[in-house]
């Protein structure tokens, strides 16, 4: 499956389990507010949200979803591992402008329109998400992959272990 991630802020981008996600914060949240948000919803497992660059640079992400693939020694920019749970049989790819309305509107939701067409079609479970990021748009550099800018592989497991609870690459914190 492949999506593309266009139009919006993707200087953050996140995987989100739009059921179970509480997705308001504050009409005034700041960004350390917003981003502990993201990291208790990920403990929750109901988000993984990822910093793309640093630089702030927006991209049209190329995303290559597989699920049950397991991938090894591949070369990447870098690459994340982190736990999701599905409970209604589909999650959504979203970009910072979804993220940061619904955070700071009661009534936006999580996905939105210009986000709502990144659904991922998946089974109810547990899920170990690797995330390989293979274009550094930092550095306008492709490592390992230049067909595609990322991969989400969606691992089933019995339990989550070692749950990520910060954004990852996340430079504010």
């Not at 492949?2 to 981008?13: A, P």
């Not at 190329?62 to 090894?72: A, H, R, S, W």
């Not at 999650?91 to 619904?102: K, N, R, S, W």
Request: with cysteine; charged share 25%; glycine share 4%.
């Amino acid at each position: 499956m492949n999506i593309s991630l266009k139009f919006g802020d993707t200087n953050f981008i996140g995987l989100v389990n739009a059921q179970d996600y509480k997705s308001f914060v504050n009409e005034d949240w700041e960004l350390i507010e917003l981003l502990n948000h993201f990291s208790n919803e990920m403990i929750n497992e109901s988000n993984l949200v990822y910093q793309m660059t640093n630089k702030g640079i927006e991209h049209s992400w190329n995303i290559d979803v597989g699920i049950g693939l397991e991938i090894t020694d591949e070369n990447y920019f870098r690459k994340a591992e982190g736990y999701i749970s599905v409970t209604t049989n589909k999650l959504y790819i979203v970009d910072y402008d979804c993220l940061t309305m619904a955070a700071q509107f009661e009534d936006e939701e999580v996905p939105d329109d210009n986000c709502e067409k990144n659904q991922i079609k998946i089974n109810n479970g547990k899920y170990k998400v690797v995330l390989y990021q293979y274009y550094n748009v930092d550095e306008d550099k492709f490592i390992g992959r230049n067909n595609i800018d990322i991969r989400i592989i969606f691992i089933e497991v019995s339990e989550i272990k070692d749950q990520a609870n910060k954004v990852f690459w996340c430079t504010y914190y």
